[in-house]
């Protein structure tokens, strides 16, 4: 088992900036890849970035490139989303998931993650 908490959400105003943490706890040795998901009212859920947890290869949605940095402490087992230049279409249920690599599914795929977090709400106003 494997238990994620987010925190870091909040309002914040077009252009603004957040930073969002993840802590897993439980059975992290198991951790193949950590990502963030969002998903906004009335839209699927859908894939922000990760990172592959031993080698720290990091993947980012285009629509994030650039403006979002993934990191993380590889032995503490926390990941932070560094957001910046937010605009309106980045309001969301902000979602860590974990991979204990069950499968073959990438990384940006939710079908991929065994472990979901409780969700950080972000809104940013315009």
């Known amino acids: 088992q494997v238990q994620l908490v987010e925190s870091g959400g909040g309002l914040v105003q077009a252009g603004g900036s957040l930073r969002l943490s993840c802590a897993a706890s439980?059975?992290?040795?198991?951790?193949?890849?950590m990502g963030w998901f969002r998903q906004a009212p009335g839209k699927e859920r859908e894939f922000v970035a990760s990172t592959t947890w031993n080698a720290g290869h990091i993947y980012y949605a285009d629509s994030v490139k650039g403006r979002f940095t993934l990191s993380r402490d590889k032995h503490e087992y926390t990941m932070d989303l560094q957001m910046n230049t937010l605009n309106s279409e980045d309001t969301a249920v902000y979602s860590c998931?974990?991979?204990?690599?069950?499968?073959?599914?990438?990384?940006?795929?939710?079908?991929?993650?065994?472990?979901w977090g409780q969700g950080t709400q972000v809104t940013v106003s315009s």
């Open positions: 998931a974990a991979d204990l690599g069950t499968n073959a599914y990438g990384t940006w795929y939710e079908g991929a993650y065994e472990y």
């Open positions: 439980g059975d992290t040795f198991s951790i193949y890849a």
